[in-house]
């Protein structure tokens, strides 16, 4: 079983910015992608960015050029670096991991970390 654990939230002003860190309890192997969502009081759960296991990344259009995805493999470990933060940015992230097998993808969720922005 894979646990994934997040770090980095709290309270940062507008403008601030702040790393979020998400660890995998083990080293995947297999084709995979880390994903940052995120899920504001009364909203959905949204996809906010993507990181491949070969690199390739995406983002949500909210922050295409304020939040950066990054991987490091040998720590089992995806970032988020998020700069330029709005109080629309408030929200609980969480980081979800797609194992992708030939006949199956598992996935595995982090248990959330509060980011709020705000003066």
């Known amino acids: 079983q894979v646990q994934l654990v997040e770090s980095g939230g709290g309270l940062v002003q507008p403008g601030g910015s702040l790393r979020l860190s998400c660890a995998a309890s083990v080293r995947i192997s297999s084709i995979n992608i880390m994903y940052w969502y995120r899920q504001a009081p009364g909203k959905q759960r949204e996809l906010v960015a993507r990181i491949t296991s070969g690199g390739i990344t995406n983002y949500a259009d909210s922050v295409k050029g304020r939040f950066t995805i990054s991987r490091d493999s040998a720590k089992n470990t995806v970032y988020l670096q998020m700069n330029s933060l709005k109080p629309e940015d408030t929200a609980v992230y969480y980081c979800?991991?797609?194992?992708?097998?030939?006949?199956?993808?598992?996935?595995?969720w982090g248990q959330g970390t509060q980011v709020t922005v705000s003066s």
């Open positions: 979800k991991l797609d194992v992708i097998w030939a006949t199956a993808t598992h996935s595995y």
